[in-house]
């Protein structure tokens, strides 16, 4: 069974400029979630989709920050003007459903480095 | 508020000795407790995962935890650790408010000597 698959791996991008995440979940999943991981940190929850619907964005910064799931099955997370705070492992996790017991499968992130 | 705490920021074992690694938890109810383990420049990949039932669970890799009620913590354990388990080990309890997602301690790096 494929995992969770994310693009880029790695990007660098310099403060002010645009930037865009993709992240394809394990199929079948219904329930998408995006995280941010700072370094030393803990991940901690940007935004949760249940199927194209959003469950939960209340710690996403709506300013800077936007998440599209269309159809259901790709997310987008973009980040439009980036900060230098904004450097971090963007990690994209999937559940099949939404329970609070059910495992969250997570991908391999993308690293953002903002200069 | 719903927080996790993983005291040891970093710990040194060495090999095939055993390992307990600690958490604790704040939680307004009965929470769902969650081990995951991250390698470098790799996701998060699940050890184990507590929601009810028996208080000791046990995971992959030989990895085991116990759920302490009484005193909010879900400690991981492994009796003999091995070169490889070298990583970050990170706690987590869930559902968050307002959805199903987990609040995450600030992990714990574990190193291996020989």
């Known amino acids: 069974e494929a995992g969770v698959a994310q693009s880029p791996r790695y990007k660098i991008i310099e403060k002010r400029q645009s930037v865009a995440f993709w992240c394809n979940p394990i199929s079948g999943h219904a329930t998408l979630y995006w995280y941010q991981q700072i370094l030393g940190q803990g991940p901690k929850l940007l935004i949760q989709f249940q199927n194209n619907g959003v469950v939960d964005d209340s710690q996403l910064p709506k300013d800077r920050f936007s998440a599209e799931r269309l159809k259901g099955v790709d997310s987008t997370l973009k980040i439009q003007p980036a900060k230098l705070e904004d450097s971090a492992v963007y990690l994209c996790?999937?559940?099949?459903?939404?329970?609070?017991?059910?495992?969250?499968?997570f991908g391999p992130g993308t690293r953002l480095t903002v200069l | 508020a719903q927080s996790v705490t993983q005291p040891d920021i970093h710990i040194t074992v060495s090999e095939g000795a055993s390992l307990e690694l600690r958490c604790n938890y704040s939680?307004?109810?009965?929470?769902?407790l969650f081990w995951y383990v991250q390698s470098p420049g790799q996701g998060l990949q699940l050890l184990l995962k507590?929601?009810?039932?028996?208080?000791l669970v046990q995971g992959i890799k030989g990895f085991e935890a116990e759920f302490k009620r009484s005193q909010s913590s879900f400690n991981l354990r492994k009796p003999s650790v091995h070169w490889s388990d070298a990583a970050e080990y990170f706690c987590a309890v869930g559902p968050n408010q307002a959805g199903t997602a987990l609040i995450f301690g600030k992990g714990t790096t574990l190193s291996v000597s020989s």
């Open positions: 507590y929601f009810s039932g028996d208080t």
């Open positions: 996790a999937s559940s099949l459903g939404n329970r609070g017991a059910d495992t969250q499968y």
């Open positions: 939680y307004g109810a009965t929470p769902y």
